[in-house]
Each structure stands twice: as C-alpha cells, then as structure tokens.
C-alpha cells in the first residue's frame, strides 16, 4: 500500500514536471507572440501556455533516477522558464482580457465619480497637448446627461499604449477643477491619467462612444487630428499663396477675395477653417502676409 502511494506521488510528480516543462520549451514563443498578443488578442499567447500544459501533463517527465549536476541545471531551467511564462500568462490575463475589467470599470467610476462637468476637446491626452489652450468641442453640465455619458464607458482590460496622444481629449472636473485627463485612442481605447496603459473599451462601449462624438461633435473614426491644427496648416497655405501672388504681380499685395479668386483658377478649394471660422489677412512692417482666424483659440 506505501509503495503503490509512494508510486502514485511520483506519478503526479512527474506530471506536474512534465507540465512545466511544456510550459518552459514555450516560453520562447511566448515571448516572440507578446507584441501580437498585446496588439491584437491575448488569447493567443494564452491558448499556447494552455496546450504546453496539457500537452506536459499527458508527457510525464523521466523517473527520477539519480541525479547528476546536468539534471539539476536543468530541472533549475524548466522551473525558471515555467514561471516565467505563468507571470506572462497572468500578466496578460490581468491587462489585456476582460477578466479583469470589472476592477477597471471600478477604479475608473472612482475617478470620475461626482464629476459635474464634462469637456470634449479638440485635443489629446497629457501627450505634447496642453489642455487649457485647446478649443473645447462640447460640454456637458447636466446631471442625467453626465450620468448617460458615463454610462457608455466599459472596459475589457488595459495594453500597452500607443505613441500618439489620442484624439479628441475627454475631461472631466469637479468644483471647477480638472481631475481627469483623458484621449480616446482610435476610437478603441481610453488613455485616463492615472492608469497604466490604454484602457480597452467593450466592443459596444466603442460602437456607442464613436455614434455619441459623431452626433455630438462631428467627429467620425477618421478624425485623428484636433482641427485647430489642421486650420493652422490651413492658414499657412494661404499665406504661401499671398506670397506666391506677390511675387508673380510685382510685389502687389492680394486681397481675400484675390486670393479665392486664384484658388478657384487653379481648380482648388480655398483652405477654409474646418470649424466655419472666418479668415482676416493683414500684413506687417516686414511687408508678409499673416492670417488669422476667429474660431476661439484659432490664433
């Protein structure tokens, strides 16, 4: 009966062994997939621990017969290599799937809780943007329509983030100060200050939130820019265009309406301002052309 226990224990030894030792020889891969995994799904990297495991449980490892320094090097190497892999497994399961986002959604209705205001602007997250100089979008002040916007944010869990700064910036303040900081990244993800990471939105968070900016703001999938920026690069080509006028008319200087009027026989749109405001040109002691806008923090 012992020896049948003691054979029993060895078995389950060897399988446990054999386990980490399909986890260990896959580590590697694990290694090689976690871009993938974290850029597209982390079920893959998970998948492959998974079949290791089993695939080493149904190999068992040799019978402990002695053991000699190589044996032990290498049995130190399979545990090492094994845990390895299980930390990045659970680090997965932990920031990229939703079976963490319960404790997102949580930290996330933290911050912003008894929020009584909310910002939309034409901006990005805390990255190269500085959010009191861009223009806001839209706001929110009312209770229940505060409570709906919310309402449309879940996570499924947290990735690496991206390089760019997000667009359009979400912010939300109480009594009159900012306390959260946020970008929508490309439209599939929220970058909070705060957090660690782009925070994943739910397939129907992000279907909800890109129809709301639409509707709200005129902002589709492909607005990755805030439109401050492109008035500015705007301005710029009519300003180039005074120049190339001047330079073509011996030096006379163009009006606005000159100005339209060469856009429209060259066949090209005149550079308006994407949010409607309106163009004044003036010109220096330096006799250069300078354009300004009146959109609100357009200049």
Known sequence: MAETTKNDAQGGARR???????LAIACPLALLLLPVSLSVSAYISIFVAVCAALLGLAVPGRPH??????????ESLVRIFAALHIIITGALLYFATGLFGFLIDMNFRSAIKDADRIVIRDGGGLCHSKPDNEPEIFEITNKAEIAAFNDMFKFSGQTMPCMC????????????????????????????????GDLQLTFGSRRLVQEWLKENCGLTGSSSMPRYKYCRYRRYAVERAAQDFATANDGKKPTMDDLRDEFKKNGKEFPACPVGGEYSLTYGEDGLPTIKCTAPRHD
Do not use: E, M, N
Request: aromatic fraction near 16%; glycine fraction near 16%.
């Open 16 to 22: 446990w062994y054999g386990a980490a030792r399909g």
């Open 165 to 196: 700064c997000g667009y359009p910036g979400i912010d939300w303040w109480r009594d009159g100060k900012r306390v959260v900081v946020s970008a929508v990244h490309h439209g599939q993800a929220l970058r909070v200050t705060g957090f660690w």
């Open 65 to 74: 017969v002695g053991k000699s320094a190589w044996r032990t090097v290498r």
